[in-house]
């Protein structure tokens, strides 16, 4: 498999170089310079993305590269707004550190192998579903409004996908290659398409859940990124600024024209617990619509079977079990409803 190496530091290039080959064939380029890639293989990018500058010059040195599927970006420590520049560059997936690299670059070659021997893989349409929710929260982090077209885009994405490739399939895949905020709206929204297609909703009850889970945590867009972006648990004072972002979500899109109400509902209610035990308005059981249900039980499934900096990721079948403990808080029969969804699907 061939490598393209974009660098903005020509000292990183021999220990890259030392780190791949003869594995790959390395063709390095330092940014700035005018020499043309091969257009194929992978292209992995690794500069300071908080330089804009830097940013202009990989903008400049990708155009023509379109017919490079991987963009691996290697984004030093979990930095939420460069993570988002990364994936609106254009990055499929990103690394933390070379050392990291090497070995998604091994996951990116057994992906291409597959694909070579005709394995349908659905990572092309996850990449643009990514690359659409890292720029609604880059765009609401920098003070725009939410554009709800692009949800709507993003929503019948993952509908598409999910109806075209099975939930398993796109659970696996958002989980080897995206992280962080992003992985996690994906796999909720995954998980609540998958679930409303299981208990077969109608087409548009599904693509309403998909709008409610694509956008249940847009809130979170305007948490500060140490708290958001933080590698370990969150301190109660920390939690508590994070337990906001729910009302802030709401705050955000209550305004907008042509937003649905149980979108309204699903993102300020979906931290709520039958018992009255949620947040932020500590509802009770007969205040809590069904969509708003139904997301919270792919909100915490999804949360569980994330890896966290400070847990690794738990089984399907675990996380199942945590959510049939929850008797009182979830609605078990929507539980039981879930459980081929969790397990199987
Ligand atoms: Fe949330
Ligand atoms: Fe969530």
Redesign the pocket.
Known sequence: MLVCYLTDEPGKIPAIRAALEPRYQVIARVLGQESVFAPSGVLMVDADLRQAARVEEIKHALQGLDTINEKLFVVHGHLHHLIAQAYALGATSVAYNAKEAVSRLARVEATVRASQAGVECAIGRMADSSAAFASMFSAVGGGQTVNLADAETVTSQIIASINQHGLSGWLDNVRKYHEGTFQ?CLLVTGIAVGFAVDIRFADQDVKRLGMAATL??I??ARIPLPILDKPGRLDPKEEEIMRQ??AI?YDLLKDIPGIGSETLDAVRH??EYLDGSGYPDALTASQIPDIVRLLTIS?IFAALIEARSYRPPMSRENAYKILCDMDGKLEQPLVKAFRDVAMVA
């Open positions: 996690h249940h945590d809130g979170k972002h729910p979500g979906h931290h909100d």
